[in-house]
């Protein structure tokens, strides 16, 4: 079974999709941040070299697993050769 079709036969049950839609908004920050140094050709080693950290830091950035300050996101996008920007969207409230 692909991937793909595993998380439409998850999101069947209401609970799963809702929570899953809660931590939408960080799943998508986190596949921009590994597309970044994909983009830029670089392993995760290189760019922990670049931020003078560890590799495990990155990994666990990658993951999700950290609460990674404004100034180590920055750090991370200049690694891989981009800019951090922050834009804001208004929400819809129901």
């Not at 049950?13 to 929570?19: G, I, K, L, T």
């Not at 899953?20 to 290189?46: H, P, V, W």
Request: glycine share 4%.
């Amino acid at each position: 079974m692909s991937l793909q079709a595993l998380k439409q036969r998850a999101f069947e049950n209401p609970e799963v999709r809702s929570e899953y839609e809660k931590l939408e908004n960080e799943f998508n920050f986190i596949d921009q941040l590994i597309s970044m140094r994909i983009k830029a050709g670089l392993t995760q080693q290189q760019v922990a070299e670049k931020m003078h950290t560890q590799k495990s830091n990155i990994s666990r950035l990658e993951k999700g697993n950290a609460n990674p300050s404004w100034s180590t996101l920055s750090k991370y996008a200049h690694a891989c050769g981009f800019e951090l920007t922050l834009a804001a969207q208004k929400i819809h409230s129901s």
